[in-house]
């Protein structure tokens, strides 16, 4: 087996360029998916295996003063009962649910269950393990708690001033800070401009939602030392790390599989506390336990995201030019963040965005409240879209001008590039320039403006509404690199193990289509393998629209390398210089000589089956195991635009189109790069319009069903036009990420819209949810204007 770290192989043959790469290959895993025949981790089961259920807090925050789990203990088929007495002693140091460096800095330590008090509704505090789930459930009613109760901390924006405490140990409720008030430099540079315009922007609380919710199946057999562990993840190296920290097993003891995976969103990137108490459980038990979150349980207590405000200052000058801004971010990251609690690091920065800026100051602050934690949802940081795109239009209105001319006059060209923006990116390859123009011809700008006037006059508010955002990738924290592992099989087919954890975008066909690409054999003869810690090499997971970048620059190298292995063998049977080779559909032959040829499965069979007929300083081994480190910054960009209509008798909004214009460099599978755009709008129409997860002014969960936390339908998602800039990164393949996209573009276009209909009556929103109520309450406090 060959390993390399960090080489960047030559350039790929210009003969198999496009032959599956930008091909829309038929998705490898749907006949399975869209059959019923997917293998999820309820699809796990094994005789003897045990089911766990958590008696959860009621209350937001509260000291326990009684806990009495005899009842459940004696309880009909019940195994275990195990409290935070039996378990939170067993973990060393606290359960850490991401490996991102420095993410303990903005946590506070996490048990596996909460021990003398609880801080928000949904914390666990007895796990209950019986023969089955009814039996476990009927046991946890049983289960008598009492409580006395403390006032909670809800309302994130005076969380830092409020004297209680969400985490006693800690000095107050700020999690993590950072920056200040503007720099002197700044500040003259708001005392001396035209226009100055300060506006406050709010995000609501939403849930992942995705199909499968959580779900775990943990087996320790103690005679082989062995741990296994089934998991719905995004990330199982990460996991088999967390599993083996909280048991004490070393890694290679233990071993996670995922099967496929019904959604993540960012969620089932970190472990989380509910999936290492159950693992903890089975070891200590010795048996095979199972763990399938319900829907109530994950409104309520698997993770929140979004519940952030930014307050943007902006200074213009008399042409419509951004002279500088100015962010005051607060970030709810609720009471056990897990990931991506630290957004505002990133997002503050990133408020530039894809204009010209040329100073920038910030201050964010990260606090806990008495709610369930925040974790990493599709986008993360994209705080900054929303406050930046939602300011452009508040600042055109301000100042009398037209929101895509002031866009036009202060986005970055291809000549100003590469760009290094005022909070420090290093910004290339990008084409926000082209992408905004793309919309502005395909929604017919000048036409909807007409249409709209005439529309007012008739009584009916339409709206319009742009964003713009670039898209870091591949660069953070301490997973900038990727492996990719090649192996030919004796028969010449192609296995391919990676390090990833596919839950819902495709990667097993674009994988294959990847390798089929660069090695040069059809796509049907590749087999990709993922989500097991056994077989693949280890890695980062799913997340941050890594994979197309990542994956497809690992891929490219290692293909290459594992062609000039074949060509080696080939080279000896074919009695020819392994230089003069090329394949294609597994035909190995001599340039110019297509006769003389020999097939990937003859080459194989030699390696495998002959290796002593070759000559001493050729490598048998037909395998490759590449690590591709990747470099600092990757940009995906996009514009979208989105028309809508404001029923101003109902509050209700009809969005009646929606075009995206989308850059994210070469693009693998343009079915499956168009089918993330469309789910990633869907979520962002979803968020903005139906999406919210509500807490009561004491921390009690308002939307803990279906009933309440409204998901879009078919119904209410508009066709999703897609359009397509393909600006190359500099890494192999050119590919850069599009998973996250569609869900960091569509709030601030689908919001502007909205706020661009009510403007004509004189209305104006600042906070997500637009729902009917908050649009009504909009256009009423406008007429009584
Ligand atoms: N792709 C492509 N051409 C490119 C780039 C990507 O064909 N130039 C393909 C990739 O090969 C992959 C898909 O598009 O099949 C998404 O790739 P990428 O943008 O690299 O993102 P990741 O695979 O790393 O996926 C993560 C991203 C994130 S962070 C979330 S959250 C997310 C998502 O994508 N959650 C999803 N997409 C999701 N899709 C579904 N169905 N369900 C989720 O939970």
Not at 363 to 392: D, F, H, I, L, S
Not at 393 to 405: K, L, Q, S, T
Not at 760 to 771: E, K, N, W
């Amino acid at each position: 087996m060959t390993e390399s770290i960090g080489r960047t192989a030559g350039s790929v043959p210009e003969r198999t360029a496009g032959r599956f790469v930008g091909q829309k290959v038929l998705r490898k895993e749907d006949p399975r998916l869209l059959t019923g025949h997917g293998h999820y981790v309820d699809d796990v089961t094994f005789t003897g295996m045990l089911h766990a259920t958590f008696v959860r807090s009621d209350v937001a925050r509260a000291r326990i003063t009684r806990l009495d789990t005899d009842a459940a203990r004696n309880a009909p088929g019940v195994v275990a009962v195990f409290t935070a007495a039996d378990l939170n002693d067993q973990v060393a140091g606290s359960m850490l649910p991401s490996l991102f460096q420095g993410a303990e800095d903005f946590m506070a330590p996490i048990f596996p269950l909460a021990r003398d008090d609880v801080r928000f509704v949904g914390d666990p505090i007895v796990l209950v393990i019986a023969e089955n789930r009814y039996l476990a459930e009927d046991a946890a009613e049983l289960v008598e708690i009492d409580y006395e109760q403390l006032p909670a901390v809800v309302d994130y924006e005076s969380a830092a001033a409020n004297p209680e405490k969400v985490h006693p140990d800690r000095p107050a409720n700020v999690a993590m800070m950072m920056g200040g008030p503007p720099e002197p430099d700044l500040q003259a540079v708001f005392d001396g401009a035209s226009h100055v315009v300060t506006e406050t922007f709010r995000q609501h609380r939403y849930s992942m939602v995705p199909m499968e919710c959580r779900g775990v199946v943990a087996r320790f057999d103690p005679f082989d030392n062995q741990l296994d562990v089934w998991l719905s993840s995004q990330n199982p190296h990460e996991a088999r790390l967390a599993f083996s920290r909280v048991t004490g097993l070393p890694e290679n003891c233990v071993r996670v599989q995922i099967g496929d995976v019904g959604g993540g969103f960012g969620l089932k990137s970190f472990v989380g506390r509910e999936e290492q108490t159950v693992v903890l459980a089975a070891f200590l038990l010795k048996r095979a336990v199972k763990w399938i979150e319900d829907r109530h349980e994950h409104l309520i207590a698997s993770a929140h995201a979004r519940v952030e405000k930014m307050t943007v200052t902006m200074a213009v000058d008399g042409d419509g030019r951004f002279l500088g801004a100015y962010v005051d971010h607060v970030d709810d990251s609720g009471a056990y963040p897990i990931g991506g609690g630290s957004a505002g690091m990133l997002s503050c920065p990133l408020i530039t965005g894809p204009y010209r800026v040329p100073k920038v100051g910030y201050q964010t602050t990260q606090v806990w409240t008495n709610t369930c934690g925040k974790a990493a949802y599709r986008g993360p940081w994209m705080m900054e879209t929303v406050a930046r795109e939602e300011m452009v239009d508040v600042v055109a209105r301000a100042i009398g001008m037209d929101p895509v001319e002031l866009r036009r006059r202060n986005v970055i060209h291809r000549s100003d590039l590469p760009y290094t923006s005022a909070g420090g990116q290093f910004i290339n390859n990008v084409s926000p320039e082209e992408t905004l123009e793309q919309c502005v011809g395909a929604i017919g700008y000048d036409d909807f403006r007409t249409e709209q006037a005439k529309a007012k006059a008739e009584g009916r508010l339409l709206g319009i509404g742009f964003a713009l955002y670039v898209e870091p990738q591949t660069n953070f924290g301490p997973y900038g690199n990727e492996p990719a592992h090649l192996r030919i099989a004796p028969d010449g087919r192609v296995d391919v193990y990676i390090a990833s954890g596919a839950h819902g975008q495709g990667l097993e066909t674009t994988t294959a289509q990847l390798t089929a690409e660069f090695l040069g054999v059809h796509v049907d003869d590749v087999t990709v393998h993922q989500g097991d810690t056994d077989a693949t090499p280890y890695g980062a997971g799913t997340g941050g629209s890594r994979s197309g970048p990542m994956i497809g620059a690992a891929i490219h190298d290692a293909a290459i390398l594992l062609r000039e292995k074949v060509f080696a063998v080939a080279g000896h049977l074919l009695e020819a210089a392994p230089e003069d080779l090329q394949m294609e559909e597994s035909l190995i032959s001599v340039s110019g000589t297509p006769a003389k040829s020999v097939s990937l499965a003859q080459v194989a069979q030699v390696a495998h089956l002959g290796p002593g007929t070759l000559p001493d300083d050729v490598d048998p081994i037909l395998e490759v195991m590449h690590r591709y480190k990747a470099p600092d910054g990757v940009w995906s960009n996009a514009c979208h635009v989105c028309t809508c209509e404001v029923d101003p008798h109902t509050g209700t909004v009809r969005i009646s189109r929606y075009v995206v214009s989308e850059d994210c460099g070469v693009m693998i599978n343009p079915n499956i790069v168009e089918g993330q755009i469309a789910g990633g709008v869907a979520q962002g129409i979803g968020g903005v319009l139906y999406e919210h997860n509500v807490y009561d002014a004491d921390g009690n969960p308002l939307s803990s069903t279906f009933l309440d936390y409204l998901v879009p339908t078919a119904a209410e998602i508009p066709e999703i036009e897609c359009l397509h800039i393909e600006t190359p990164a500099t890494t192999p393949g050119g590919f850069k990420g599009v998973g996250e996209g569609g869900a960091i573009g569509a709030p601030p276009a689908v919001f502007n819209a909205v706020a661009d209909a009510l403007a004509q009556v004189g209305a104006t929103v600042t906070d997500q949810p637009l729902d009917p109520t908050t649009v009504l309450a909009a256009l009423r406090a406008a007429s009584q204007d």
